[in-house]
């Protein structure tokens, strides 16, 4: 069905989806995407700096379903910024990951479009 896809897409991943989404499946969804508008592949980064640390899994989206502190970074300012983008039909996004509370940044959020920008996970 990627072919026949005209819509613009955001396509959102996580350093630590090593299981059930990996880079190279990643890759392979963002090249079949051979007809849509626009696209952006980005990756978020784990963060181990403060605590609770920040898990970029692939359960990482349900955090906010289980009422849980540890990845509402990942799901605010990835995932729902990601949504407000596309409802705002933009898939260039600039992330704001927000800052430990000792003052030090979160991990910034990496744009791997074209996929070969985020050599270090091939």
């Given at each position: 069905?990627?072919?026949?896809?005209?819509?613009?897409?955001?396509?959102?991943?996580?350093?630590?989806?090593?299981?059930?989404?990996?880079?190279?499946?990643?890759?392979?969804?963002?090249?079949?995407?051979?007809?849509?508008?626009?696209?952006?592949l980005y990756?978020?980064?784990?963060?181990?700096?403060?605590?609770?640390?920040?898990?970029?899994?692939?359960?990482?989206?349900?955090?906010?379903?289980?009422?849980?502190?540890?990845?509402?970074?990942?799901?605010?300012?990835?995932?729902?910024?990601?949504?407000?983008?596309?409802?705002?039909?933009?898939?260039?996004?600039?992330?704001?990951?927000?800052?430990?509370?000792?003052?030090?940044?979160l991990n910034?959020?990496?744009?791997?479009?074209?996929?070969?920008?985020?050599?270090?996970?091939y």
């Amino acid at each position: 069905m990627a072919p026949a896809t005209t819509v613009p897409i955001i396509q959102l991943w996580g350093d630590l989806d090593n299981r059930y989404a990996t880079w190279p499946e990643q890759v392979e969804a963002y090249n079949f995407l051979t007809n849509v508008e626009s696209k952006a592949l980005y990756s978020a980064q784990s963060d181990t700096h403060g605590s609770p640390s920040l898990s970029a899994g692939h359960i990482a989206p349900v955090s906010f379903w289980e009422d849980t502190a540890s990845n509402d970074s990942l799901d605010y300012r990835y995932y729902f910024a990601a949504i407000d983008a596309a409802l705002d039909s933009r898939v260039n996004i600039e992330f704001d990951m927000g800052r430990w509370s000792d003052g030090d940044l979160l991990n910034p959020i990496l744009d791997c479009t074209p996929p070969e920008n985020c050599s270090q996970f091939y």
